[in-house]
């Protein structure tokens, strides 16, 4: 099964290195995946609520209210 190994040891040792490298990037990536998955758990139960109320502000000087919507209305704008 493992006949197709080069005999010498000189590349037997290459190849032991070339895998030990791979290996390190392997892990390196398996714990950046890890960190990035539990930033974004973090990050869904930590998660503010959104607001009961939200008005929306008109354009121009002094900016007056124009509407007001439930916290998670999907037409409240983005002029806040």
Do not use: N
Not at 23 to 40: G, N, P, T
Request: aromatic share 6%; charged share 30%; net charge positive.
């Amino acid at each position: 099964m493992f006949d197709e190994l080069p005999p010498d040891l000189e590349r037997l040792q290459a190849l032991r290195v070339w895998h030990a490298m791979w290996l390190q990037r392997i892990d390196a990536k398996i714990a950046a995946v890890r960190k990035r998955q539990a930033e974004q758990e973090h990050g869904r139960r930590t998660r503010p609520r959104p607001a009961d109320w939200v008005v929306q502000l008109g354009i121009g000087a002094g900016r007056p209210p124009v509407q007001i919507h439930t916290g998670d209305c999907y037409m409240k704008g983005t002029r806040l």
